[in-house]
Structure formats: C-alpha cells, structure tokens
C-alpha cells in the first residue's frame, strides 16, 4: 500500500507570496494532520482534519489555513509568507484517532 | 498542557554498544507515548507506541521502550547499536480525548561510532 504522500517536494518562496502545500492520506485513513518542523526542533502541531471537519489547531497565526476534501486528501495554505516560515511541513494520517503515519515532507524556502 | 523533554540532544555510542535515548513527558490524562526516527530529509517513521496495555513495548529494528508511570518517562533502548540507526529520534505524547494531537520533544540525534 501507498504511504501518505506530499507534494511539491521542495519549494522555494519570496517574502509575501502564498504556498500551497498538498498531501494524499494512506488508502482508508480518515484523519489528516499537518505539523512545521523548523530546522533543529521537533514538529509543532498546526492543524488536524477528520472528516472534512477542523478537529484541532495549533498556536498558528491566521495566515496559516487548510481543508480537507472528500477524497480525504488535504491542502495547507500559507499567506503572507515570512522568512520564518521556512520548514520542513509534515502531513501526518492516520484511521480515526490512533497512530499518525507521516509522509515525507515538503521543505519550505523562504527568501 | 501536556509537554515531552528528551534529555540529550546528541547522544554517541560504539556499533555494538547499548542505545538508551531518554524521554519524560507531562500529561493530565493517561498518555499514548510514541517514539519516531528521522533520517536525514526524510519524514517521521514510527518505531513504536504505548497506549495503555503493557508497559514494556517492542518496537521494530530491536529497539524498545518502557512505560514509567512513577517516573513519567519513556525511555527508549537498543542493546546492541548499528551504523544504520544514526539519525533524529523523537518522543512524543499524545492525549486522546483531546484529539491525538501529537506534542514532540526537541529530538535527540543519535551518533554511532565504527
């Protein structure tokens, strides 16, 4: 079976432009989760989808905003972009609330 | 608010020799505890999980961890380390009624010396 898996892979941004960032759960996962890993730190929780609905969010500014679709996959979208953005942003699923599987990430450039 | 410290941020050992990376986490509700491994510009790969049956959990590539209620810990062990498991290990806990939200630590990077 597939695993969870994010696109684009890379991706290099300006100041003040907006990303969108994608992801596909594994095949019968219900649950999306989205997390930032800054370099040299551990992810930090940003949103969590359940059936199409917003189940949970981190300590994010507005500029931060995603939605699920009826497929279950899911897109992250981030306005406004600042230097600080630049990470590594991990979307994580899983069935309903039990063991999240990762993906292996889009990483983040902003210049 | 629940919150996980990995003692260590690099931690070297010799091929062959014990890993034990350390954990303690925070927790209002009984935790699910989870370790994850990171390889260098890869995502998280999950090793193994607590959530509640026995205290000692078995993982995959031979690692294991121990749930310590007494201690709020959950330390993660290997007895014999192998070049391949360099890399970033993450603990981290999670609340289920609250959603399975994971919080991680800053991570520990493992070093394994020939």
């Known amino acids: 079976d597939a695993g969870v898996t994010q696109s684009p892979t890379h991706l290099i941004k300006t100041r003040g432009q907006h990303v969108t960032l994608r992801c596909s759960p594994i095949?019968?996962?219900?649950?999306v989760s989205w997390y930032q890993q800054v370099l040299g730190q551990g992810p930090q929780f940003i949103f969590q989808y359940y059936e199409k609905e917003e189940r949970g969010r981190g300590n994010f500014p507005d500029r931060f905003s995603a939605r699920q679709f009826p497929n279950y996959s899911s897109e992250l979208n981030v306005n406004a972009l600042l230097l600080g953005d630049s990470a590594l942003y991990l979307c994580a699923s899983s069935y309903g609330q039990e063991t999240q599987y990762f993906g292996p990430g889009t990483r983040l450039l902003v210049l | 608010a629940q919150s996980v410290t990995q003692l260590g941020s690099h931690v070297s050992v010799s091929e062959g020799a014990l890993v034990l990376l350390r954990c303690n986490y925070s927790?209002?509700?009984?935790?699910?505890l989870f370790w994850y491994v990171q390889y260098p510009n890869q995502g998280l790969q999950l090793l193994l999980k607590?959530?509640?049956?026995?205290?000692l959990v078995k993982g995959i590539n031979d690692f294991e961890a121990e749930f310590k209620k007494s201690e709020t810990s959950f330390h993660l062990t290997k007895p014999s380390a192998h070049m391949s498991d360099a890399a970033e290990y993450f603990c981290?806990?999670?609340?289920?009624?609250?959603?399975?939200?994971?919080?991680f630590g800053a991570g520990t990077i493992l070093r394994v010396k020939s």
């Open positions: 981290a806990v999670s609340e289920m009624e609250y959603g399975n939200k994971l919080v």
């Open positions: 095949s019968g996962h219900k649950s």
């Open positions: 927790s209002s509700v009984p935790p699910y």
């Open positions: 607590y959530t509640s049956a026995a205290t």
